[in-house]
C-alpha cells in the first residue's frame, strides 16, 4: 500500500489538508496526517484538527510521499521547523514525491528543493527566490516535485498526487465518485 504524510501546522490551511487526507484515502492510499505538535491544531480559519500523531512520532515510518498544505501561518510555522526542511530535503533526495500547495511551496523553495525547477504557488509565495520557474498553471510537476496554487485547487491537486501513487484508472474511479 502507498503511504503519504501529510504535514499539519498551527495556521495551517484547513481546507486543503482535509481535501487532500479525503482524496487520497478515498483512493486507498495509507495518509498519515501529522501536527507539528501534540493535540487539536487550529487551521487557518479556526477549525479545529486533531492530527493523527505527532510528526515526532512520524518520522519512525517510510512514505512514498509528503504533502505540505499552505496557509498563514501554518506555512511560516513549517517553514522555521528545522524537522521539515530536513524531511522534505531527504525524501527529495531518496527520489520520493514532495508536495505542496498555496504558500507552503516556499518552504520547499527555502529547502533548496525548487532551484532550477518549475512550480507553483498561492501569488507572491515565491517572489523572494528568483531561481524558481514560476508558473501560474493550476498544478505544476516538475519530477517529483509536485505544487499547486491555492485553496481551490485542492481538490484537482489531490487528484494529481492519487494519480502518480495510483494510476490514472484510480484517479478516474475516484473522481467518478466524487460526481464533479
Not at 27 to 51: D, E, K, M, N, Y
Not at 72 to 85: C, F, K
Not at 130 to 138: C, D, F, I, R, Y
Amino acid at each position: 500500500m502507498k503511504t503519504v504524510l501529510v504535514l499539519f501546522a498551527e495556521g495551517s490551511e484547513e481546507l486543503e489538508a482535509v481535501t487532500i487526507v479525503n482524496i487520497l484515502r478515498r483512493g486507498h492510499v495509507q495518509v498519515t496526517l501529522a501536527g507539528l505538535q501534540p493535540g487539536v491544531l487550529r487551521g487557518s480559519r479556526g477549525t479545529a484538527i486533531q492530527p493523527d500523531c505527532t510528526l515526532d512520532d512520524a518520522l519512525s515510518a517510510q512514505y512514498d510521499m509528503i504533502v505540505l498544505p499552505g496557509g498563514q501561518p501554518g506555512t511560516r510555522n513549517l517553514r522555521g521547523d528545522a524537522r521539515v526542511i530536513q524531511l522534505v530535503q531527504d525524501m527529495a533526495q531518496r527520489g520520493k514525491f514532495v508536495t505542496a500547495i498555496c504558500a507552503a511551496p516556499a518552504v520547499l523553495a527555502a529547502a533548496g528543493l525548487l532551484d532550477g525547477k518549475r512550480a507553483t504557488c498561492y501569488p507572491t509565495c515565491l517572489d523572494e527566490f528568483a531561481n524558481v520557474k514560476l508558473k501560474t498553471s493550476a498544478i505544476e510537476q516538475d519530477g517529483h516535485i509536485i505544487t499547486s496554487r491555492g485553496p481551490g485547487t485542492a481538490m484537482d491537486f489531490a487528484l494529481t498526487l492519487l494519480e502518480q501513487l495510483h494510476g490514472a484508472a484510480v484517479r478516474a474511479e475516484v473522481e467518478t465518485g466524487l460526481v464533479r
